[in-house]
């Protein structure tokens, strides 16, 4: 399956099916689970599961398909969520408190803290996981490479 999604300051995430016409926005699946801006969306497609996160400060994972939440780390920053990012088992958060979050996800969508990465010195707006590496980039103008075990490279 080939989907198309979008989230925004409404508070929803929608989702299209790439592969059919798309005329209007009564032709996606609206999913409800945050309190606030929806600020960035990842894939776990090995899994079936999609990642939300927001301004709310949740993290929301969906099952593919059916829609339904399957887990929900609400305060899961101690302030807006800017970006998420998943890696096989590891899914990465970005806030406006600065920190990088590392956390493990199941096959059921669970996840359970890793580790913090700390160093930006300003929001951080923006995650990448390539190869085990962590890319982040912030606010106090750096971008920065990270090991999966917190050391910068």
Not at 60 to 87: F, K, M, Q, S
Request: glycine share 10%; charged share 25%; proline share 2%.
């Amino acid at each position: 399956d080939n989907w198309l999604v979008s989230c925004g300051e409404d508070f929803l995430v929608c989702v299209w099916d790439a592969g059919l016409r798309v005329t209007e926005s009564a032709d996606c699946a609206v999913l409800k689970g945050h309190d606030n801006a929806v600020t960035g969306v990842a894939q776990c497609g090995a899994r079936g599961l999609m990642v939300t996160v927001g301004r709310d400060r949740a993290i929301v994972v969906w099952e593919y398909g059916t829609w339904r939440e399957v887990h929900r780390t609400p305060a899961a920053h101690d302030d807006w969520i800017n970006d998420v990012a998943v890696e096989k088992d590891t899914l990465a958060t970005v806030s406006n408190d600065f920190r990088i979050k590392l956390w493990s996800i199941d096959d059921a969508g669970a996840l359970t803290p890793k580790r913090e990465l700390v160093g930006h010195v300003g929001a951080v707006v923006g995650v990448a996981l390539v190869n085990s590496v962590v890319l982040s980039c912030s606010y106090d103008g750096t971008a920065r490479l990270w090991s999966m075990d917190g050391a910068e490279p």
